[in-house]
Nanobody, 119 residues
Framework: QLVESGGGSVKFVGSLILSCSAS????????MGWFRQAPGQERKGFAI???????SYAGSVKGRFTISRDNAKNTLYLQMNSLKPEDSGTYSC???????????????WGPGTQVTVSS
């Protein structure tokens, strides 16, 4: 099971930290990712981390967002800085069978947490 938390409303250039608590498996043994879905749009990945700790970011968030994990807490994090209105959406974490951006490679999702950035 995956459960996200930390979403909310923030103003332009504000910051948020999202958490994704994992249970039933060790998240540090898996590749994980953060995805965002805006209303009327498909879910898109923007930050992924491999079981070895390799990270990749979509161009739109590179330099602003940081994905990390706390192995002791079995939790995945997303530090989001310099937030923009276009970052708004439902943020979900997922467990992947491979180090991948493809949603088809993910076999477990959290319910999501809402992030709203106002201008």
């Amino acid at each position: 099971q995956l459960v996200e938390s930390g979403g909310g409303s923030v103003k332009f250039v504000g910051s948020l930290i999202l958490s994704c608590s994992a249970s039933g498996f060790r998240s540090n043994s898996e590749s994980m990712g953060w995805f965002r879905q805006a209303p009327g749009q498909e879910r898109k990945g923007f930050a992924i981390i491999s079981f070895r700790g390799d990270t990749s970011y979509a161009g739109s968030v590179k330099g602003r967002f940081t994905i990390s994990r706390d192995n002791a807490k079995n939790t995945l994090y997303l530090q989001m800085n310099s937030l923009k209105p276009e970052d708004s959406g439902t943020y979900s974490c997922g467990r992947a069978r491979a180090y991948s951006w493809l949603t088809s490679d993910y076999d477990l999702w959290g319910p999501g947490t809402q992030v709203t950035v106002s201008s």
